[in-house]
């Protein structure tokens, strides 16, 4: 039973442009979310987070959006950089502590 | 500083026998987290230590999963008798005070059962 889901497994975007990375949630409960991006090998690292009280965060080259009606988030890079392709996961949490992560998105900025 | 680290980086080992995985925290974080992560599959919760207390194992699978912290830094996850199906990597993170902050990941043990 997958509470968050990220339908897509891929992603290709040329350098320069927008990525916006999607997410979707079941569970209404959920107050607080993240989006964590990972290498090979290497554990994921934080990105951004939001809480349900926000409907859109910001940091520098990353903009997080929340839409509760839709349970739906979604992340956006721009400008997009080679240095940005990993696999990105989102995450949920009603609780602040226990976790729910999507599938993961793997990026893929073109130079 | 140094980040939360995870020992061993690999273990190999035959169904059926106990493994231990060690977690080490960023100095000074409170709260500890197991996460398990599967081929294809993003984190999956296991376990929560505030301090040197469990206050989430909700996410264990079975009884053959236990982890403890009994100084509230250093944890060990400890899987008896394991299972073919056990093969995955472990990430540990931890957070200064837990609820709400961010976790900081470890780069995890890959466990691969034979």
């Known amino acids: 039973d997958q509470q968050v889901k990220q339908n897509s497994p891929s992603l290709s975007v040329q350098e320069g442009r927008i990525s916006i990375l999607n997410c979707d949630y079941t569970?209404?409960?959920?107050?607080?979310f993240l989006w964590y991006k990972k290498y090979p090998a290497e554990g994921p690292t934080f990105l951004i987070s939001?809480?349900?009280?926000?409907d859109k965060n910001e940091d520098g080259r990353f903009t997080v959006f929340l839409n509760k009606s839709a349970k739906h988030l979604s992340l956006h890079i721009v400008p997009s950089q080679p240095g940005d392709s990993a696999v990105y996961f989102c995450?949920?949490?009603?609780?602040?502590?226990?976790?729910?992560f999507g599938t993961g998105t793997s990026l893929t900025v073109i130079p | 500083g140094a980040g939360v680290s995870q020992t061993p980086s690999n273990k190999v080992t035959e169904k059926g026998k106990y493994v231990e995985l060690r977690c080490d925290p960023i100095?000074?974080?409170?709260?500890l987290y197991w996460y398990r992560q599967s081929l294809g599959q993003g984190p999956e919760f296991l376990i929560y230590?505030?301090?040197?207390?469990?206050?989430?194992d909700s996410g264990l699978p079975n009884d053959r999963f236990f982890a403890v912290r009994p100084e509230g830094s250093v944890s060990t996850l400890k899987i008896q008798r394991t299972e073919r199906g056990d093969s995955a990597v472990y990430l540990c993170?931890?957070?200064?005070?837990?609820?709400?902050?961010?976790?900081?990941f470890g780069p995890g043990t890959r466990l691969t059962v034979l």
């Open positions: 993170a931890s957070s200064l005070q837990g609820s709400y902050n961010e976790q900081f």
């Open positions: 569970n209404s409960m959920f107050d607080y």
């Open positions: 939001i809480s349900s009280i926000k």
């Open positions: 995450a949920a949490s009603a609780t602040g502590n226990q976790f729910y």
């Open positions: 100095s000074g974080h409170t709260a």
């Open positions: 230590f505030q301090g040197t207390g469990a206050a989430d």
